[in-house]
């Protein structure tokens, strides 16, 4: 990557940050200045920001769904109990296990 060429030829989407880390790393004595250019170029090759935002994102998306199909279990629930079951008038039976 760090040559620049792209996989369908031309440039990298990582060449810029490439370049800009490498000007900073020929211009300065003290290479830990160059840390934020580096971070840029690393997160741009492999992108754990990025990945970590989205697994963050669908995790929070799965626990609403969970949550909501609760909710939406215990609504079933009532609407088939039914009113006259839940005042008690009429006793369900418990079903049997098929044989």
């Known amino acids: 990557m760090a040559s620049g060429y792209g996989y369908g030829g ?3 989407r990582c ?3 490439w370049q800009e880390f490498q000007k900073c790393y020929a211009q300065t004595d ?3 200045e160059c840390r934020p250019q580096s971070d840029d170029y690393l997160e ?6 990025e ?5 963050a994102v669908q995790a929070e998306f799965i626990r609403k ?3 909501s199909a609760r909710e939406g279990h215990k609504a079933a ?5 039914g009113a006259i079951v839940g005042v008690g ?6 079903e049997s296990p098929p044989s």
């Not at 990945?51 to 697994?55: D, F, H, L, S, V």
């Not at 008038?89 to 418990?94: A, E, Q, V, Y």
């Open 65 to 67: 769904a969970e949550a």
């Open 15 to 17: 060449f810029t940050y």
């Open 30 to 32: 003290n290479p830990t």
């Open 51 to 55: 990945t970590a935002r989205a697994k």
């Open 10 to 12: 031309g440039r990298s």
């Open 77 to 81: 629930e009532v609407l088939a109990d």
């Open 44 to 49: 741009c090759l492999h992108r754990p920001k």
């Open 89 to 94: 008038l009429i006793r369900r039976t418990p």
